[in-house]
Nanobody
Framework: QVQLVESGGGSVQAGGSLKLSCTAS????????VGWFRQAPGKAREGVAA????????YYADSVKARYTISRDSAKNTVYLQMKSLQPDDTAMYYC???????????????????WGQGNQVTVSS
């Protein structure tokens, strides 16, 4: 059974940094897609970053490009989201998600994913 365990959320002041981790189990990590999504109160969930775990190709939403970096460590079955220059608008519950079944188009689209982590709160104060 596929499981995703997240860690690393918390509170930070504007301009600060946080790093989220998502460790996967139950499938071959060397293929498929892992993405990070966020949902702020009263807003729809949005995709912010994704990585194809086989090739390492990455994708970012315009709102986080140049501030967020997604990376993977295949030996640890873990995907990271390094977040820098955080702003209050980045405050949200962050979720990692996985599609273990191979490549999928539109990697920042929620419907592409089959499994979800429990979510981690990120709060940025001004």
């Amino acid at each position: 059974q596929v499981q995703l365990v997240e860690s690393g959320g918390g509170s930070v002041q504007a301009g600060g940094s946080l790093k989220l981790s998502c460790t996967a189990s139950g499938y071959t990590f060397s293929r498929g897609l892992v993405g990070w999504f966020r949902q702020a109160p009263g807003k729809a969930r949005e995709g912010v970053a994704a990585v194809y775990t086989g090739s390492g190709s990455t994708y970012y939403a315009d709102s986080v490009k140049a501030r967020y970096t997604i990376s993977r460590d295949s030996a640890k079955n873990t995907v990271y989201l390094q977040m820098k220059s955080l702003q209050p608008d980045d405050t949200a519950m962050y979720y990692c998600a996985a599609n273990p079944y191979g490549a999928a188009a539109a990697p920042l689209t929620e419907a592409r994913y089959n499994f979800w982590g429990q979510g981690n709160q990120v709060t940025v104060s001004s």
